[in-house]
T-cell receptor
Framework: DAKTTQPPSMDCAEGRAANLPCNHS???????VYWYRQIHSQGPQYIIH???NNETNEMASLIITEDRKSSTLILPHATLRDTAVYYC??????????????FGQGTILTVHP | DAGVIQSPRHEVTEMGQEVTLRCKPI?????LFWYRQTMMRGLELLIY????????DSGMPEDRFSAKMPNASFSTLKIQPSEPRDSAVYFC????????????FGQGTRLTVV
């Protein structure tokens, strides 16, 4: 699976949009971009994933650049409960991956009042 | 469904003792993963199963670690003998591959070896 690069930390004001970038310049055509987050002392939680089109669900939006070399996770109205470590993961969702996730260091997002 | 259930939530044991961590995946899921998390190394994949068969155990740190999945609803991770450096939070996760690769994680077992 391709490697990802994320900033180690970011801050965001409560109520504002949080935009978390991820670089995955070596991504291949059949690899998806997944985002998970881990709130303190809890297991990681799935947020969203996409292949090449932008995606939106009740938690967030995922914007993938046309060349697929980078993406941005958007939390439209961040709350204090969104403070967590956010992981961007590239995954070959088929073949022999069996859905295994390889976590990097992620981005620590701190939402402040 | 109650989600992925891990037990115990906390375990404190003495060096040299055997430790067994347990995991009940979500019903119907066919892939199961064991992860370990420490401050120094982050989240590491130890081993994963598909349809109860171990697929890749290359992440298992050494022979003291073993994992089994005797049926689709139960898995164990055993450490024998335990050492202080095994202290970590151990997570179990399950998913339905390939239909839906979203992984659901349990709450973890915090292991302390003294």
């Amino acid at each position: 699976d391709a490697k990802t690069t994320q900033p180690p930390s970011m801050d965001c004001a409560e109520g504002r949009a949080a935009n978390l970038p991820c670089n995955h310049s070596t991504i291949s055509g059949n690899e998806y971009v997944y985002w998970y987050r881990q709130i303190h002392s809890q297991g990681p939680q799935y947020i969203i994933h996409g292949l090449k089109n932008n995606e939106t669900n009740e938690m967030a939006s995922l914007i993938i650049t046309e060349d697929r070399k980078s993406s941005t996770l958007i939390l439209p109205h961040a709350t204090l409960r969104d403070t967590a470590v956010y992981y961007c993961i590239v995954l070959n969702a088929g073949g022999t991956s069996y859905g295994k996730l390889t976590f990097g260091q992620g981005t620590i997002l701190t939402v402040h009042p | 469904d109650a989600g992925v259930i891990q037990s115990p939530r906390h375990e404190v044991t003495e060096m040299g003792q055997e430790v067994t961590l347990r995991c009940k995946p979500i019903s119907g899921h066919n892939s199961l993963f064991w992860y370990r998390q420490t401050m120094m190394r982050g989240l590491e994949l130890l081993i994963y199963f598909n349809n109860n068969v171990p697929i890749d155990d290359s992440g298992m740190p050494e022979d003291r670690f073993s994992a089994k999945m005797p049926n689709a609803s139960f898995s164990t991770l055993k450490i024998q003998p335990s050492e202080p450096r095994d202290s970590a939070v151990y997570f179990c996760a399950s998913s339905l591959f390939p239909e839906n690769t979203e992984a659901f994680f349990g709450q973890g077992t915090r292991l302390t070896v003294v």
